[in-house]
């Protein structure tokens, strides 16, 4: 029996996908994951957009 079993070994630095916004090209080590600073913009402003589109008031109850 191996009672002293190795700790497994650290799997290798995976490679990152495609840049996540436009799938067509490879991240760019200055602005990974994205493989630019025009698709690092267009991530950002899905989360902005995302956001705002959330109402201020989930739920106007104004019942009498
Ligand atoms: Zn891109």
Known sequence: MDADAPP?????TR??????V???R?????FRPF???RCRQVDLGRWLSED???P???ED????
Request: neutral net charge; glycine residues 4%; contains cysteine.
């Open 35 to 37: 493989c630019s600073a």
């Open 22 to 24: 436009c799938r067509r």
């Open 15 to 20: 490679p990152l996908g495609p840049c996540p």
């Open 26 to 30: 490879p991240p760019d080590a200055t």
């Open 8 to 12: 497994p070994p650290r799997p290798p």
């Open 56 to 58: 201020a008031k989930p």
């Open 61 to 64: 109850d104004d019942q009498d």
């Open 52 to 54: 705002y589109a959330i």
